[in-house]
């Protein structure tokens, strides 16, 4: 399944992100973030959910180690993956639910909404979170003629929306990634022109961020879409506007506040030697403008052969998780499960905020932020 794009995107992953120390403290004393998770080895070497705080506290006692996890709407329960069935586990105190075995799957990238979980099983399933039907099977993996092991179109959900009415799916082809849209009433599955986009914002004014570049021959840019035509989308920002030595490349981006929207990616400053930077910059969608200049900053050091990877940007914007002494591990998802030491960098001071957890963790999530 580690088609071409996917290794050329892991590749590209791990070459420009070691980054420099410019300018960078410890604020060792910062305020830690709430509704925040990952997953980390217990005291047996087997990997449980556990929740940040002042103290990690760990949420599950799985008898086998989780490969993956989702969170509900409000963050008080989660379904993760491990020993072949996907599990629910409410953040109450009560025991885990099994709620399917899986076909084919090691890591199913369940998606919660407040009814409902969406997982991949050789395609992507739905199904009450209360047992009351079997799992519905949405779209199906398509497999390549005369090549194993390898997709045309494998599909992941990413994302809930449009009031449990739609869900985003993460489509990973052998030319890279895309996004699609599946109406769960209907079952029409809306899928964006592929080498374009990578990703699905949804937005306060009713619209969808288009974002991600889908490959070198991609759209450097960030586009606006209807829910009903994702491929009609009008350009909100050309990327090439911003003086750069390389392209910039969006990796996340977040609506931090209704009509304000914050963008996070990477660029080269010397394109021969691959040497990165991260550049943020902020867009107000009710004047269509980009608000004041974009923004480059340097993120952790890694010791010498030894590499920092970023995580996810927070709900607000205001932070970015790193993974620092990161590996890249693929025994059990085959795009690849990053590993490290956890830290964040305030986007705009600069300042790297150490967090007490156990070492190394993987796969951070924010929860919703009071």
């Known amino acids: 399944m580690l088609r071409k794009a996917v290794l050329f995107l892991v590749c590209l992953l791990i070459s420009v992100c070691p980054l420099s120390t410019n300018g960078l403290s410890l604020a060792q004393d910062a305020p830690l973030p709430v509704g925040a998770f990952y997953l980390a080895a217990d005291e047996n070497g087997i990997i449980q959910l556990w929740r940040l705080?002042?103290?990690?506290?760990?949420?599950?006692?799985?008898?086998?180690?989780?490969?993956?996890?989702?969170?509900?709407?409000?963050?008080?329960?989660?379904?993760?993956?491990?020993?072949?069935?996907?599990w629910l586990q409410p953040f109450d105190g009560s025991e885990p639910v099994a709620l399917v075995t899986l076909q084919s799957a090691a890591a199913a990238h369940p998606v919660l909404s407040s009814t409902h979980l969406a997982y991949a099983d050789n395609g992507v399933w739905i199904m009450p979170l209360d047992g009351s039907e079997e799992p519905r099977l949405l779209v199906q993996n398509v497999m390549m003629e005369g090549i194993d092991n390898?997709?045309?179109?494998?599909?992941?959900?990413?994302?809930?929306?449009?009031?449990?009415?739609s869900l985003i799916l993460t489509i990973l082809l052998?030319?890279?990634?895309?996004?699609?849209?599946?109406d769960l009433n209907s079952g029409t599955v809306q899928e964006l022109?592929?080498?374009?986009?990578?990703?699905?914002?949804?937005?306060?004014?009713?619209?969808?961020l288009l974002y991600g570049n889908g490959g070198m021959e991609g759209a450097f840019d960030l586009q606006a879409a209807d829910w009903a035509d994702l491929n009609g989308g009008t350009v909100l920002v050309d990327l090439n506007m911003f003086e750069a030595v390389g392209p910039l490349f969006v990796?996340?981006?977040?609506?931090?506040?209704?009509?304000?929207?914050?963008?996070?990616?990477?660029?080269?400053?010397?394109?021969?030697?691959?040497?990165t930077v991260l550049f943020v910059f902020d867009y107000d969608l009710s004047a269509d403008v980009v608000v004041g200049d974009i923004r480059t900053f340097a993120a952790l050091p890694s010791a010498e052969g030894t590499q920092?990877?970023?995580?996810?940007?927070?709900?607000?914007?205001?932070?970015?998780?790193?993974?620092?002494?990161?590996?890249?591990?693929?025994?059990?998802?085959?795009?690849?499960?990053?590993?490290?030491?956890?830290?964040?960098?305030?986007?705009?001071?600069g300042d790297v905020i150490s967090l007490p957890t156990p070492d190394p963790i993987s796969s951070f999530q924010w929860g919703p932020l009071p």
């Open 150 to 165: 390898a997709y045309d179109h494998y599909y992941e959900p990413y994302r809930f929306v449009d009031e449990e009415n």
């Open 53 to 86: 705080g002042p103290e990690p506290q760990m949420l599950t006692n799985a008898a086998e180690s989780l490969v993956d996890f989702g969170l509900n709407p409000d963050a008080t329960s989660a379904a993760y993956t491990s020993s072949g069935q996907v």
């Open 251 to 275: 990796e996340q981006a977040v609506e931090t506040s209704p009509g304000t929207i914050r963008v996070f990616g990477t660029t080269f400053t010397d394109p021969a030697t691959y040497a």
């Open 308 to 349: 920092t990877l970023f995580g996810p940007l927070s709900p607000d914007g205001s932070m970015l998780v790193e993974y620092v002494n990161a590996t890249l591990q693929t025994e059990l998802d085959p795009r690849g499960i990053v590993t490290g030491e956890l830290a964040l960098v305030d986007i705009e001071s």
């Open 193 to 208: 022109a592929r080498g374009i986009h990578t990703r699905a914002l949804p937005l306060s004014d009713g619209r969808l």
């Open 174 to 182: 052998w030319e890279g990634y895309t996004v699609g849209i599946i």
